[in-house]
């Protein structure tokens, strides 16, 4: 049933190739050991989806943390996330589910054949994360200012409460985990943006596109929930 | 063989997702703005009791749209739909597990400290300094 390495059992669209392998732009590289193209691009979601489970669990733990102290300190988490900017925070949620909007409709492109659209999308994509990042620098750049630090570095003589260091110990590992996701995502972005550009896509092939739309969409997920449990206590 | 072929040539093979027009993604996106604005507006009432509930009820509302709409888990067939599922119960069982032993035993264990009421009695508004604000730049 192996099929030669000339001829494609699925038609012209669907190249025969080692595993790993590329096809030529636009068409389906078929790695011959899944049975069909099918088969490879179902597993290839389940193991994104198991991918992303894992990235769901990592955050989980970081925010059991946060429930177990929020319980143990619930006036000085609220004195805390009051003196966080809610401007800021609100504006790079907006910032975030825009940039999910534009990464759904850059997967819509693509599998419409619109791979000039698609492109557009991905940069705007590109630059909301930028646009994320920069007021984040600004957000942390204050409370290195202030003294509003984990742990130890904690100098902020506005909120004395104990708790109060571990309010911000628990708001940068959380929002510096995911910044650190928001920067692979954005380099995950660009590859499949080059991509894009090259033709290496098409409504045939969008497999790398979808699963890259999929990291994206985690990094909005976590976004969600952080914003009201750090800024709107 | 020739079946396999016919299914997989076909645009509508089953490993594709549901072709549709690009118009749900803007209603899911103004829904989540919408919902954003809604847990601005009722996070900043500091509703006693209900909060901390309403706005986990909201942000798990947009979470769903993003995952049922966005990354189409709605049309994700057999295990790539139950396994993100299955993830989110652990999450809770975790939560719930955690939260369990801290309510009922920790308390027993460590005196529950907390900010003295004096310094509690005036919660400061969003971007004003706290009531006791010491250093104001």
Request: aromatic share 14%; charged share 10%; hydrophobic share 45%.
């Amino acid at each position: 049933m192996q099929p030669d390495a000339n001829a494609s059992p699925f038609g012209p669209n669907y190249v025969p190739v080692a595993p790993g392998g590329r096809a030529p732009g636009g068409k389906y590289p078929w790695a011959t050991h899944f049975g069909t193209p099918n088969v490879q691009t179902y597993a290839a979601r389940f193991g994104m989806w198991l991918f992303l489970s894992t990235e769901v669990l990592l955050f989980a733990g970081l925010f059991v943390s946060y429930a177990v102290y929020r319980y143990l300190y619930p006036q000085t988490f609220a004195l805390c996330s009051r003196h966080l900017d809610l401007s800021l925070g609100t504006i790079n949620t907006l910032v975030l589910i825009t940039s999910s909007l534009t990464v759904a409709l850059a997967i819509h492109f693509v599998r419409t054949g619109k791979n000039g659209m698609a492109t557009g999308m991905l940069i705007v994509t590109l630059l909301c994360a930028c646009a994320f990042l920069v007021i984040k620098y600004f957000e942390y750049h204050h409370k290195f200012e202030q003294g509003t630090l984990p742990g130890r570095f904690y100098t902020y003589s506005g909120i004395q409460t104990e708790g109060a260091p571990m309010f911000f110990a628990l708001y940068f590992l959380t929002t510096g985990l995911h910044a650190l996701h928001v920067v692979v995502g954005m380099s995950v972005l660009t590859w499949v943006t080059y991509h894009v550009v090259k033709g290496r896509f098409s409504p045939v092939y969008y497999t790398p596109v979808e699963l890259g739309g999929l990291y994206w969409h985690l990094v909005d997920l976590v976004w969600i929930f952080l914003y009201p449990l750090l800024y709107l206590i | 063989m020739a079946d396999i072929t016919k299914n997989v040539t076909d645009s509508h093979h089953p490993a594709d997702l549901e072709h549709h027009g690009a118009g749900a993604y803007y209603l899911v996106w103004i829904a989540l703005l919408a919902l954003t604005g809604l847990t601005w507006w009722t996070g900043q009432m500091h509703l006693p009791n209900f909060g901390l509930a309403l706005a986990l009820i909201i942000a798990t509302t947009k979470a769903a749209l993003v995952v049922l709409f966005f990354m189409h888990l709605w049309e994700q067939k057999g295990v790539n739909r139950v396994t993100f599922v299955c993830t989110i119960a652990f999450v809770i069982v975790m939560l719930l597990g955690t939260l369990g032993d801290v309510t009922t035993r920790l308390e027993t264990l460590l005196p529950k400290r907390e900010a003295p009421a004096s310094e509690l009695s005036h919660m400061p508004k969003h971007g004003e300094a706290p009531a006791h604000g010491a250093q104001h730049p």
